[in-house]
Structure formats: C-alpha cells, structure tokens
C-alpha cells in the first residue's frame, strides 16, 4: 500500500479544502500511472506546517517571510 506524504507550509492565505482534495486525486491518479498501483490501495496524507517550525538557511520561515514582505514593499 502506498503511502505518500504531502507536507505544506501554512501561508496567509490557507489551502482549501478544494485545493487539498485535488492534490489527494492528482497523486493517486500520479501513483496509478507511473507504479501501477490500485487508486484504493493509494493513502495520501496532508501536514501542513506551521512557519515557525521551520527554517531555511539558518532562519526562521517567520523572518524570511518578513523580509521578503518589506522588500516587495
């Protein structure tokens, strides 16, 4: 049984539902294709991660985010 795992960031503006649902059948429809894999036999789960569990180069996503905010502005 496949088990994929989708992790996303939270943004400002949330995922929807919508948007969760055709991930789950893209990569299902993704598993089936290129694995041959039966679509019921396909578990996908969503984590949406918190931006302050989380870093890239040495920074909060926190802080990178409001840089990159204060120089668009």
């Known amino acids: ?19 969760k649902a055709q991930l789950i059948a893209g ?9 041959d894999k039966r679509p019921e036999s396909v ?6 991660v918190d931006p302050e569990n989380w870093g890239e180069g040495g920074e909060p996503v926190t802080v990178l985010r409001r840089r990159r905010k204060q120089i668009q502005a």
């Open 1 to 19: 049984m496949p088990l994929v795992n989708i992790r996303l960031a939270r943004r400002d503006q949330p995922t929807t539902a919508a948007q």
């Open 27 to 35: 990569v299902t429809r993704l598993m089936q294709e290129v694995l």
């Open 43 to 48: 578990t996908v789960i969503i984590d949406e």
